[in-house]
T-cell receptor, first 113, second 115 residues
Framework: NAGVTQTPKFQVLKTGQSMTLQCAQD?????MYWYRQDPGMGLRLIYY???????DKGEVPNGYNVSRLNKREFSLRLESAAPSQTSVYFC????????????FGPGTRLTVT | AQSVTQLGSHVSVSEGALVLLRCNYS??????LFWYVQYPNQGLQLLLK??????LVKGINGFEAEFKKSETSFHLTKPSAHMSDAAEYFC?????????????FGKGTKLSVIP
């Protein structure tokens, strides 16, 4: 099993450009999540999807949109990138029980100039 | 909303010394608690989790954590540090939000191991 995969691994954007970060999991998990990680801030939840067809905002959703394409895939879109969105982005999935751990992808390092 | 506080953003220990990373949580209900580790340029991986079965939880790589309800703490320990333990460690608490369980993370503690 590959677990959680993310593409791309690195990306540099200019201010105002758009892009989509892709995430897929092969563990048949119901729930999927997008986080951003900034130095000294820990991980902050951007959006999550409890199941196929549903999405909800997390702590820091502004400037982002998501799509739960099917049970496996959950994408994150930046419509008009800003320097404040320079960060490392992680996708995660879990089986949707209270004591289930989340499984994380390797991350996408995004720089917006 | 629940919250997690990790005391000390950086901790340095000598190789072979005790590792103690502190985590306190706030929760109105019995919590599910997790410790994750992040090695440089990698994603997070689970070290251990508390799910109320036992207050002392053993994880991978010789780490363990003790749940103390009276102190609202879930500190992570390892008797003898190894160079390979150098990483960032995150404590997290599980919380139910509409339709899903979410993790609230602490800000992390970076562990350095001095030879």
């Amino acid at each position: 099993n590959a677990g959680v995969t993310q593409t791309p691994k690195f990306q540099v954007l200019k201010t105002g450009q758009s892009m989509t970060l892709q995430c897929a999991q092969d563990m048949n998990h119901n729930s999927m999540y997008w986080y951003r990680q900034d130095p000294g801030m820990g991980l902050r939840l951007i959006y999550y999807s409890a199941s196929e067809g549903t999405t909800d905002k997390g702590e820091v959703p502004n400037g982002y949109n998501v799509s739960r394409l099917n049970k496996r895939e959950f994408s994150l879109r930046l419509e008009s990138a800003a320097p404040s969105q320079t960060s490392v982005y992680f996708c995660a999935s879990s089986a949707h029980r209270s004591n289930d751990e989340q499984y994380f992808g390797p991350g996408t390092r995004l720089t917006v100039t | 909303a629940q919250s997690v506080t990790q005391l000390g953003s950086h901790v340095s220990v000598s190789e072979g010394a005790l590792v103690l990373l502190r985590c306190n949580y706030s929760s109105s209900v019995p919590p599910y608690l997790f410790w994750y580790v992040q090695y440089p340029n990698q994603g997070l991986q689970l070290l251990l989790k508390y799910t109320s079965a036992a207050t002392l939880v053993k994880g991978i790589n010789g780490f363990e954590a003790e749940f103390k309800k009276s102190e609202t703490s879930f500190h992570l320990t390892k008797p003898s540090a190894h160079m390979s333990d150098a990483a960032e460690y995150f404590c997290a608490v599980s919380e139910f939000s509409p339709g899903s369980y979410q993790l609230t993370f602490g800000k992390g503690t970076k562990l350095s191991v001095i030879p």
